[in-house]
């Protein structure tokens, strides 16, 4: 990928996440350190999505939840998982999707305000789904384990490159 | 001006972030909960400033179970902490259009009008 086409924000996002994960990190030990950077729990679920969509996150009180589609190939969960991470540390997302609305976690459950989330879920602008592509696509080749299961197709989509 | 030091930060974690009950946690507390990934002696210490140069992990860790932004141990990290910024109507209206395919063109265009409707009804109802 060409640095110069990266957005300052990607780029400091990403180096602040490497500096503090160090060039090899777990997709759980990135999700510490999201749910540390935000002051929140992050809680990471599948579901069954509509056709064309592969996740969505969505910020509630108590938990900012990230939903990747119920049986994605490894690869493309782990990129769905980084992009929707992504949309977080670019501050994408505020502190509450719905403002003083948002419920927490457990009343979205129990009183499934599926709503919400649905509206939200295609908010995002092109310029910010690019930046999260970019800081996702920078980010995948540090996840441990990554190296073993990438196929050559889905290396060549991620632009993928190894830092060992 | 004397900067805070780690230890000033680690005690106002404990004193401002209570149990419901309105206890502060205990060590113990906090060390089970994070799986004994910190244990309560090197919690104590880190109040009590006897540690002082603790591993980011650590604090890192403290901010998860406290709920608080890492910003709050390392400034350089609010650039990743959340904002409080809401997405105002009208960017919900986009989305709500966005989420259904219409195009943009026809997006302005109904955001506008549903503007102008609102508008009229505040100053309706002011009459």
Redesign the interface.
Known sequence: MNAALIPA?VQ??YR?IVE?LGTSFSLDSLL??L???????VRLEEQTLPIGITGYCF?FQ?VDLIVVRYRLDPVRRLGTCLHECAH??L?H????????ATTTFAAFVEQHVQGDV??????YDEPQERAAEMLATLLIAHVDGTAHHIPETARQMYGYRSHT | MPETTVAELVDRLFKTHRRPDGREYTYHEVADALGGAIDSTSLSKLRSGAITNPG?RSL??L??F???????FFP??D?????????SAE??L???F??MGVPGSVQEHLVGVAKAFHKERESTDRE
């Open positions: 924000d400091h996002a602040l503090y510490d350190f749910a540390a950077c935000r002051g929140k729990s910020a108590d977080f540390f501050r997302i505020p502190r509450t999707s719905a403002g003083e649905d509206r939200l879920r295609a908010c | 980011r890192l860790l901010c998860q406290f709920h608080v932004p890492a910003s709050y350089e990290l650039v990743l902490a959340p904002q409080d910024t809401t997405i960017e919900q986009h989305a709500a966005r989420s």
